[in-house]
């Protein structure tokens, strides 16, 4: 059974940066397109970055030039540097997968991804 467990959220002032780690079990990394999903108090879940398994990328417009979403096959790890952050990048963020043998979902909304993480809660300061 695969599952997602995140890490790596915390606290940080504005102009900060984090790194968002995502270990995924039961299978390999190398078999999904994967993303970071984030939500905020009220709010509906967004999706932030997105990684095919031909490691192509996609990025929200609110956090391009600023996140890097890269996949590391050999660690089945999923990571999401966040740097120059903002308040408005405060919310939980979520790890997210579904198999995939080449590109990752052309909708790349929540309901088209079938396992998901627990969650890792970032806080930007101002």
């Known amino acids: 059974q695969v599952q997602l467990v995140e890490s790596g959220g915390g606290s940080v002032e504005a102009g900060g940066s984090l790194r968002l780690s995502c270990a995924l079990s039961g299978d390999t990394t190398n078999n999904y397109c994967m993303g970071w999903f984030r939500q905020a108090p009220g709010e509906g879940r967004e999706g932030v970055a997105f990684?095919?398994?031909?490691?192509?990328?996609t990025y929200a417009d609110s956090v391009k030039d600023r996140f890097t979403i890269s996949k590391d096959n050999a660690k089945n790890t999923l990571y999401l540097q966040m740097n120059s952050l903002k308040y408005d990048d405060t919310a939980m963020y979520y790890c997210a997968a579904v198999r995939s043998r080449t590109w990752c979902p052309s909708k790349l909304d929540a309901v088209n991804f079938d396992y998901w993480g627990q969650g890792t809660q970032v806080t930007v300061s101002s």
């Open positions: 990684v095919s398994q031909l490691l192509t990328t």
